[in-house]
Each structure stands twice: as structure tokens, then as C-alpha cells.
């Protein structure tokens, strides 16, 4: 049908049906001519979640802590000298301060043996009362805003702590499909960043998906030796012969943020 047989057309069902005909055009148009979106891409491995062993599996929890621009000095060094109270109650799995991608922000992820488990440590924190009066009474007039949310590793993905210091990245995507379409296109993707970032000394740490928090979300905690090296090499990827694999994992991609993280003194990972 020509564009101008298709007007008439959309016309003449217009006048017949009002705007129902008109969504019905645009009904018929995309169910016989836009093939379905998310579908697996020819020749992409779709490996789907299996998590076994569900009752161990460890959860970690990301905050973000916005801090006041004319107290931000002061709570990095008030941060340095007390931190040590918060840290004998759970395992600190690492400390940032934001320095790209985000502006005041403190970022730490901490390791729990399940939800259960952090939920006596919180409550062991609000009895604390040198914590509560000596750390949290002070720093907590410095803060904006406070959000969370808790992860677990994906299946494939291992903690690979680094052997030297360096500068972080944490990449941020909200999905938009169902986690088997998406799991083994991260997987392909990440394996292949890896593999070619591996050169410049970039290491990937882990890679998490959300539970609480902001729904069908990735968190994947990359170290660097630099963030310029690292750029480099990253736009290099786009020329990359498997790019598809790039490609593929982007597809199923509704949005995507990275930023730039430098660890804090008290901080496991430096």
C-alpha cells in the first residue's frame, strides 16, 4: 500500500470509527510489519538466572549519601578519624567519594549474610550509643539525602578484589526485558570488556542485580589504573570485530550511568 492509499485509508477509518480506527490501523501496521522487540539476537547465548543454594546467597547493600557542599571537607575527615565505629558491627565491602557522575556523594556497599542478618546489625547500631552519639548525631545534619538499595552477585559473576590501587567505576542499567534475555547478553558483554580492558589494567570487580530498590537494575564495580587509560580503551571497544556482543547487551539497555569513584581512606578496596 502507498503512503498516500495508507492516508486515505487511515482517513476513511477515522470517519468510521473515530480514534478506534485509527489505533486499529496502528494496530494492524505494527503487528504485521515490527517484529517483537527483546527477542533473542541470532547467534547470542541466553543463559537465564539459575541461583542456587538461595538460602546462603550473600546480599550486599548500597548507599548514597548526598552531603552539603560547605560540610563535604569536613565529613570526609570526621569520616577518616571515626569510621571505625560503624565498621566493627558488618563487613565494609567499600567506601567511595564520588568524583565524576556525581557531585557531594559518598557511596559505600556493605556485605551482609542475608537480610535477615542485616537487620540485627541496623538494630545492633541504633543501641550503639557511641556510634549514635560520637559518629551518626554529628554527620547527619552534613547530609541531603540518603538512598539504598540491596543486590546480589549474578550467578556467573565472581568478587575479584584488586592487587593495587586505582580509581573505580560504577555502571549503572535499568533493563528493559525480562532478566533471560538480558542475563547472558551482560554476561557476553562483560566478559568481552574484560578481555580487552585487560590490557590497561582494568579489572572487574563484580557485577550485582538489584532486590530492594530500584527494580531490574545491574550494578557492575569496575577498578581502573586511570579514568583517562580507561576511556580510551573503552571507546576503542566500539571498533571491536565482536562489537555485536555490544551490541546485543545494549539492546535490552532502558538506561545506563557510569561514575567515576575515588576510595576513601577507610575504604577495603583502594
Known sequence: MTSFMRCRFIGALFRQRGHR????????SRNLSVPPLHTPLKGTDVDGLNFSNKETQKIFEIRTY?????DYKEYIRFTEDNFHLRIKHSKLFGFWITELGGLNEIIHIWEYDNHEHRAKVRDALAKDVEWQTNYK????AMWISQTNATMTLLPWSLITLPSKSGVYELQIFNMNSHTDIWDGRLKAAMELSSLKLKSTNSVLVACFTSIFGPHNTVYALWQHESFDKFAFSRLQLLSEPNKSILHAFYHEVLTGYSKGLLPHKASPLQ
Open 66 to 70: 548526598t552531603v552539603r557542599p560547605k
Open 137 to 140: 548525631d554529628e554527620v547527619s
Open 21 to 28: 480506527g485509527f489505533n486499529y490501523c496502528n494496530n494492524q
